[in-house]
């Protein structure tokens, strides 16, 4: 089942099977917690379809074997885990799937996601796969974004670039999942993305991080207590406490500076305010590069002590 956001693009893709003109190597392009692995699914899933040109009928045998997982003529690679590349031995594996026969007389579909963590030496292995296809051979790549694919990649695929619904529909249809109000925050903190602020405020993260806010703007004011308060709160859900840190700080340069509008803390702009009126604007831009830093750098370093790294980080707010 798709989600609304992505019934635009779908009946593109549809109309473009029914004239029987689908390029034959897709490259979806959709921010994380946009459901883009559902909707690439649901391309591979009518493409092997045996019954429709343009949706699955879901009972033919095609159909059946793709809802079990068991497709033969339906591929997928993956980083093995997230962060990670996808190794070269994986993406020559895509060459020997695309020369097979089908295996139920039909087409074949081979679907790469996370496209964008192939390093130069996979991506430069099925570059003339995915120029030449040989017959019969469907291929999905899915990505973030264009900035970390190779352009040799990018020329070879037809783009589609999923949207990122309105704020406002993200809000409307989150709250109908949950049957509760959220907070605007709670979908900016998440690049607008409707999944991934389901999964944010179904597992409490929006109160976690409002309570880690208002310590951290406590603490903000003289004589700086409660350092150790705030980086508990910090270490609790990992390295994303440091992003929020990271664009509060921000919100609080844009107030100093007299923008009025596009802040990502709206419920609480009282803590904006408050960190606003008593830290020097030198100080909070120095704190904001310096999070930045130490955000990459756990974030590429992962048995680094968080709490000694948060406690010094955070000790560059004290005056003397």
Known sequence: MLYPWQESLWQNWQQLLEQRRLHHAILLLAVKGSGRDVLARQLAKTVLCQNSETEPCGVCHSCKLFEA???????????????????????RQCNRWATETSQLNGQRVILIEHADAMGEAGANAILKTLEEPPQGCQFILTAQSLDSLLPTIVSRCNKWRLPIPAEVNVKQWVEHKL????????????SGAPLSTLSFVESGMDIRHGNLIKAFADFLQPPNLGIYDVTALCTADGIVTLKWLSYFLVDCIKYQQG???HFVHVESFASVQQVASSVPTALLIDQSRKINTLYRKLEQHTGLNIELLVVEWLTGFIQD
């Open 69 to 91: 997982s068991s497709h033969p003529d339906f591929h997928v690679i993956k980083p093995e885990q997230e962060g990670k590349q996808i190794g070269v031995d994986a993406v």
């Open 259 to 261: 923008v009025s509008d």
């Open 179 to 190: 049957m509760q109000s959220i907070k605007q925050e709670s979908i900016r903190l998440n």
